[in-house]
Nanobody
Framework: VQLQASGGGLVQPGGSLRLSCAAS????????MRWYRQAPGKQRELVAG???????NYVDFVKGRFTISRDNAKNTVYLQMNSLRPEDTAVYYC?????????????WGQGTQVTVSS
């Protein structure tokens, strides 16, 4: 199983980006999918999560600006990021809990760089 993240780039403050993360490979299904981020010199932190049923949660610093969604048919999770700020600059990672014959296993994508700068 692989998670492939894409959509990062350079954007000016106030701009928008949409990240995507597609899961490929064999599994019995995908439970919760999440986006994390890691800024230089900082620990990786949770940004948002979404369950298989569509329930979402966000950390306070992105509420009202970011929206997480998923397409279960495509095994893909999205992160729509609006009103971006320089402090949103980080490598963004997707994470997913996959149901396998060995039980629930966590997988990570490779990360996509988001840079917010004028």
């Amino acid at each position: 199983v692989q998670l492939q993240a894409s959509g990062g780039g350079l954007v000016q403050p106030g701009g928008s980006l949409r990240l995507s993360c597609a899961a490929s490979g064999s599994s019995l299904g995908i439970n919760t999918m999440r986006w994390y981020r890691q800024a230089p010199g900082k620990q990786r932190e949770l940004v948002a999560g979404i369950t298989s049923g569509g329930s979402t949660n966000y950390v306070d610093f992105v509420k009202g600006r970011f929206t997480i969604s998923r397409d279960n048919a495509k095994n893909t999770v999205y992160l729509q990021m609006n009103s971006l700020r320089p402090e949103d600059t980080a490598v963004y990672y997707c994470n997913a809990d996959l149901r396998t014959r060995f039980g629930l296993m966590a997988y990570w994508g490779q990360g996509t760089q988001v840079t917010v700068s004028s």
